[in-house]
Each structure stands twice: as C-alpha cells, then as structure tokens.
C-alpha cells in the first residue's frame, strides 16, 4: 500500500489550502482514509477520516479542526482530499494521511489513534503565518 500526500505549502492565517492524498484504487475503494497531523514538539494528531463502511458510513473530524476542514473522496482520480479553511498558525505542522485497512474509521472515545493505522504516506508540510 503507497499513499502519497501533497499540497502543502505556505499559507496567511484565515486562507484556505487543499492536501491530496493519492492510492491505488484497491486501497481507496476499501479501507478508510485518515489524515494526521504533527507539529514540532507534539503530539501525533489524528483530525480527519473517511470511511468506507456502509454500516457506518460518514467522516470523522477532530475537535480542533471541526468546521474548519473537510475530507472528501473522488474515486476517479483515486485521491482523497482534505480542505483546509480559515487556517491558523496553529494549524502548521507536518501533514499524513494513512489507512487503518479497516473500512470504518477507528475512532475511539472521539479520538482516532495512530497506533490504529497499518500504513503511512510520507508527510507535506503546511506552515501558516500569523
């Protein structure tokens, strides 16, 4: 399983940017895509989540990013995307996305660990200026 982020960049607090994270159609197509994040000197931060299950379909959002960002799938171009709005300087960090190979999002007690995903794409870095 390869998963590969992009779109990171350098961005003014209050503007917008959009991470991708391209996988083979296979791994798309079944298990859930996760994006985390980790800024220097915290920790590993699991804030958004597509799943793939019908049973519980929907995303996932972690508190500090809720309204804020949205993951969405296009299963033509094998790419989830995560839409980043209203960035804040807190919001700089190194930039994941992973897969659990689950179809569900693992989200446990509203947090979802990293210690539940099997697979890691290299990280994009976003920087937000104040």
């Known amino acids: 399983v390869q998963l590969q982020a992009s779109g990171g960049g350098l961005v003014q607090a209050g503007g917008s940017l959009r991470l991708s994270c391209a996988a083979n159609?296979?791994?798309?197509?079944?298990?859930?895509t996760a994006w985390f994040r980790q800024a220097p000197g915290k920790e590993r931060e699991g804030i958004a989540c597509?799943?793939?299950?019908?049973?519980?379909?929907?995303?996932f959002y972690g508190d500090s990013v809720k309204g804020r960002f949205t993951i969405s799938r296009d299963t033509v171009k094998n790419t989830v995307y995560l839409q980043m709005t209203s960035l804040k300087p807190e919001d700089t960090a190194v930039y994941y996305c992973?897969?659990?190979?689950?179809?569900?999002?693992?989200?446990?007690?509203?947090?979802?660990?990293?210690?539940?995903?099997?697979?890691w794409g290299k990280g994009t870095q976003v920087t937000v200026s104040s």
């Open positions: 597509i799943s793939r299950s019908r049973s519980r379909s929907g995303t």
């Open positions: 992973a897969t659990p190979e689950t179809a569900a999002c693992p989200v446990v007690r509203g947090v979802m660990p990293g210690e539940a995903m099997d697979y």
């Open positions: 159609a296979f791994t798309l197509g079944t298990y859930a």
